[in-house]
Nanobody
């Protein structure tokens, strides 16, 4: 089910920044753990960051630690992924996904998600 909508992708130069947004028009994210994934054609979908429903716990894959920041605004029913110092090899389709209700933790495994978006393309190139 594509209950989530990603936005904010586009073309950015190496070293640049983008902020992705994940909205849920038909779903409340208040009790959802939300995760961001990315996928390069021909490769497996990779979990890169997640955030618990309260925002109290965040997780990152090692390759993005210190450069990406996940956050949420439950009043706006939106989750964000701020991406800094982007690299060409991070060109991919970026997806958000939600597991709900899930209050105590968050996951970077795609198989555990209940809802997905269709993705937004991020291209890092000069």
């Amino acid at each position: 089910q594509f209950a989530l909508v990603e936005s904010g992708g586009g073309l950015v130069q190496p070293g640049g920044s983008l902020r992705l947004s994940c909205e849920a028009p038909g779903l409340t994210l208040k009790q959802a753990a939300v995760s961001w994934f990315r996928q390069v054609p021909g490769k497996e979908r990779e979990g890169i960051s997640c955030i618990t429903s309260s925002g109290g716990i965040t997780k990152y894959v090692d390759s993005v630690k210190g450069r990406f920041t996940i956050s949420r605004d439950n009043a706006k029913n939106t989750v964000y992924l701020q991406m800094n110092s982007l690299k060409p090899e991070e060109t991919a389709i970026y997806y958000c996904a939600a597991k709900t209700p899930y209050l105590s933790d968050c996951e970077l495994e795609a198989s555990g998600m209940d809802y997905w978006g269709k993705g937004t393309l991020v291209t890092v190139s000069s």
